[in-house]
């Protein structure tokens, strides 16, 4: 089956402090990767997404996230979070064919002490 | 261009009431799709489009119907609305089918529905 696991619900660090974010997926082709941020009230914006080549993949805001494949994992890293940072954060798989729907993760409830 | 937009933004209702919400983007993109929002359960899939003309059942699609009667605009409907269905509720469109793979979602800004 199809799914997303973000083991940490909620992460608190310190403003300048690294950051990151885990993201374990369940597909059984090869995954499209994507990483959303939702900042309170607001709907969801694109971070970074991985498709093929390098799988270090770069991101706005700073963002960066590796593909491991042999983990099945995609997480989300930044080497200093800044007090805007502070958001809910998704992580989200889908398949290289039209017909392939979005799995989203939970999300992960991100907080930053200033 | 405004992106994708979502009307109303909050609605409040009764049980039993039925109510429509709209979306609309301008981007020209053929996949749209309806999603809630619950806490803890990151978003799930109602329905989603492919094209003009064409809908199909996402993972949670009972209770709610959509029509893509035109390219721009994909209508979620409750019939009649029950308190299970409080909810926020996102639309989102993308280019997915124009290039033969899943592409970004741009998302709306989201409904806001509660049921009483």
């Known amino acids: 089956a199809q799914s997303v696991t973000q083991p940490d619900i909620h992460i608190t660090v310190s403003e300048g402090a690294s950051l990151e974010l885990r993201c374990n997926y369940s597909?059984?082709?090869?995954?499209?990767l994507f990483w959303y941020v939702q900042s309170p009230g607001q709907g969801l914006q694109l971070l970074l997404k991985?498709?093929?080549?390098?799988?270090l993949v770069q991101g706005i805001k700073g963002f960066e996230a590796e593909f491991k494949r042999s983990q099945s994992s995609f997480n989300l890293r930044k080497p200093s979070v800044h007090w805007s940072d502070a958001a809910e954060y998704f992580c989200a798989v889908g398949g290289k064919t039209s017909y392939d729907k979005v799995i989203f993760g939970p999300g992960t409830s991100l907080s930053v002490i200033p | 261009n405004a992106g994708v937009t979502q009307t109303p933004k909050f609605r409040v209702l009764k049980t039993g009431q039925s109510m429509t919400l709209l979306c609309a983007q301008d981007m020209n993109h053929e996949y749209m799709y309806w999603y809630r929002q619950d806490p803890g359960m990151g978003l799930r899939l109602i329905h989603y489009s492919v094209g003009e003309g064409t809908t199909a059942k996402g993972e949670v699609p009972d209770g709610y119907n959509v029509s893509r009667l035109k390219k721009q605009n994909f209508l979620l409907g409750l019939e009649s609305a029950a308190p299970s269905q409080t909810s926020v509720y996102f639309c989102a469109s993308s280019y997915s089918f124009q290039r033969g793979s899943t592409d970004t979602q741009y998302f709306g800004p989201g409904t806001r529905l509660t049921v009483l």
């Open positions: 991985y498709f093929s080549g390098d799988t």
């Open positions: 597909y059984g082709a090869t995954p499209y």
